[in-house]
């Protein structure tokens, strides 16, 4: 819950909820807790993976991969009214994504990861601008992005990024998102 203050402290508009090893129970009781936080900020909040949890909690929507529960069955159990992410590595993927009912994708690894324990092969900023701009969806630029390649990130063409280690290792989290929304804006505008 702190991390998740801080994030939106900063300036964070979507939290993101990864809590892949975490018991059940104390996973709900935190996803309550951050989406009251992100309801009462103005940000949005998605949880990762788990339809089941982001419903009971009143998130705004969910994230899947490719380990998940198939894009088409969570959009099912969310109805239209929520927010439906799902990682892709291709253009075929963001197709199928929609084709599935989601609303925005993830793509990458744009760079190397140390978050995934077995992560996808890395795309490179050519290969992820090439699939933004054939994608039918907003892309969200995923995989090894922080401070000094989130720029490119916004000029190859994606929506936003998402940053994990960057942001949550920082000493200061709060001014890290600050000066990542301010790297991102300067990519997306050429300056």
Do not use: W
């Not at 969200?140 to 960057?166: F, T």
Request: overall charge positive; some cysteine; hydrophobic content about 50%.
């Amino acid at each position: 819950m702190d991390k998740a203050a801080r994030l939106v402290a900063g300036g964070a508009r979507v939290v993101q909820l990864r809590m892949k090893r975490t018991p059940v129970r104390e996973a709900l009781a935190a996803a309550r807790q951050v989406v009251a936080l992100c309801r009462q900020e103005g940000a949005l909040c998605l949880v990762n993976d788990r339809v089941d949890l982001a419903l009971l909690a009143d998130a705004h929507g969910v994230h899947v991969g490719d380990e998940d529960l198939p894009a088409e069955d969570a959009r099912a159990l969310l109805g239209p009214g929520r927010l439906l992410g799902v990682t892709v590595r291709d253009g075929a993927g963001a197709r199928a994504a929609r084709a599935a009912g989601a609303d925005y994708v993830g793509l990458g690894p744009v760079f190397p990861t140390a978050t995934k324990q077995v992560p996808a092969p890395v795309l490179g900023l050519e290969a992820f601008a090439a699939v933004v701009r054939e994608s039918p969806l907003p892309v969200v630029g995923i995989g090894g992005v922080g401070l000094g390649n989130i720029a490119s990130v916004a000029a190859a063409g994606a929506r936003c990024a998402a940053v994990v280690s960057d942001a949550l290792l920082a000493a200061d989290i709060t001014e890290r998102v600050r000066q990542l929304a301010t790297a991102f804006e300067q990519g997306r505008s050429g300056a």
